[in-house]
């Protein structure tokens, strides 16, 4: 009987409630500086969901799983909002907790000394859609001390998905649009 195969799989995929979550308006700054940055294949995996929430965390509370390379911010009614990201590689990566101290849209970008140090031909950039933060940026501290680590938009849309940064959590500059207009300066931020 090949129906109870099909009738078990499909109760347990019920469970498995993905909802798409529009895209959020967008400036004429934003779309003239979006149009900028080259397209790139998309995994449908990393795509901007509504689900059920994994993280048992409380609402507004961002939780990056960095194996699974998902942001989460937690929704009220039992909800999160899942983003694609690309997070640190392993000689780079960060975990811990960590607020949101400030938040900028086509924000600058200082790397900070030992980055120019492994890489030389890195420089500060004024914000655009060449600068590596890309189109907003959330800054991360630790009891007021700047972590220099933050959750941030990309030039480098092909890259969701892998751990390639210096620690960063890169996200599409659309996800990241959509992920700065809902949290506020404050926000608990989880990277596990």
Not at 48 to 72: A, M
């Amino acid at each position: 009987m090949r129906i109870v195969p099909i009738i078990v799989c499909a109760g347990l995929l019920a469970g498995c409630t993905f909802k798409g979550v529009p895209d959020p308006a967008l400036s004429a700054r934003d779309a003239e500086f979006m149009a900028l940055v080259p397209d790139a294949e998309f995994d449908p995996h990393f795509a901007r969901y509504e689900i059920s929430d994994p993280t048992h965390e409380p609402p507004g509370t961002i939780v990056v799983e960095t194996k699974e390379r998902q942001l989460y911010l937690v929704q009220h009614g039992g909800k999160a909002l899942r983003y694609g990201v690309s997070v640190g590689d392993e000689a780079y990566g960060w975990t811990g907790q960590a607020t949101v101290d400030r938040k900028a849209e086509w924000p600058a970008w200082n790397p900070p000394a030992e980055m120019i140090k492994r890489w030389p031909h890195v420089h500060a950039m004024q914000g655009g859609p060449m600068n590596p933060l890309g189109a907003r940026a959330l800054y991360l501290s630790d009891h007021g001390k700047d972590t220099l680590y933050r959750i941030h938009g990309t030039n480098e849309p092909e890259k969701i998905g892998q751990a390639v940064s210096s620690g960063c959590i890169r996200m599409r500059n659309i996800d990241v649009v959509d992920l700065y207009n809902r949290v506020p300066v404050g926000a608990t931020v989880i990277v596990r």
